[in-house]
């Protein structure tokens, strides 16, 4: 099974307006990313690929926006997501939130209430990268 440092749960409507780029910077700082266009590829399982992906991230980068809520895949993956948290306790769900509010967040995902999350608006993406790094290195120590 490959192991990713960081798993990024999206929705495909954000690809080209924040997550392509976020990804980019994340991979410049030699994190190695489950990203659904990189990973999964024509005749793959689909699932497998997203449960491997899943179980083996350290972080999980969760963008949350309007098209994020009530698709099939990412409320899937959120769910596992969240499932791994409690069983394992610690750090593992790290939401950006774009073009939603933390009222929207918490209305949809009353368990992330507590969790603190990154406003896509306020931050550069290679700000948010460099930040996502160094919660991975507290983690390796």
Not at 12 to 36: A, P
Not at 89 to 107: A, S
Request: aromatic residues 10%.
């Amino acid at each position: 099974m490959e192991k990713y440092s960081v798993f990024v749960s999206h929705s495909s409507q954000d690809k080209i307006s924040f997550v392509d780029d976020l990804v980019k910077e994340i991979k410049s700082l030699g994190i190695s990313v489950f990203y659904d266009t990189d990973v999964i590829g024509w005749g793959d399982n689909l699932k497998e690929k997203i449960d491997c992906g899943l179980k083996s991230c350290k972080l999980a980068v969760i963008v949350i926006s309007p098209s994020y809520f009530d698709r099939e895949w990412t409320e899937y993956e959120i769910q596992k997501l969240l499932d791994r948290q409690d069983s394992e306790g610690g750090k593992l769900i790290m939401p950006i939130l774009y073009k939603v509010n933390k009222e929207e967040l918490v209305k949809h995902y009353p368990s992330l209430k507590y969790i603190v999350f990154k406003y896509a608006k306020s931050q550069s993406r290679s700000k948010l990268a460099l930040e996502l790094k160094k919660e991975l290195d507290k983690k390796a120590s």
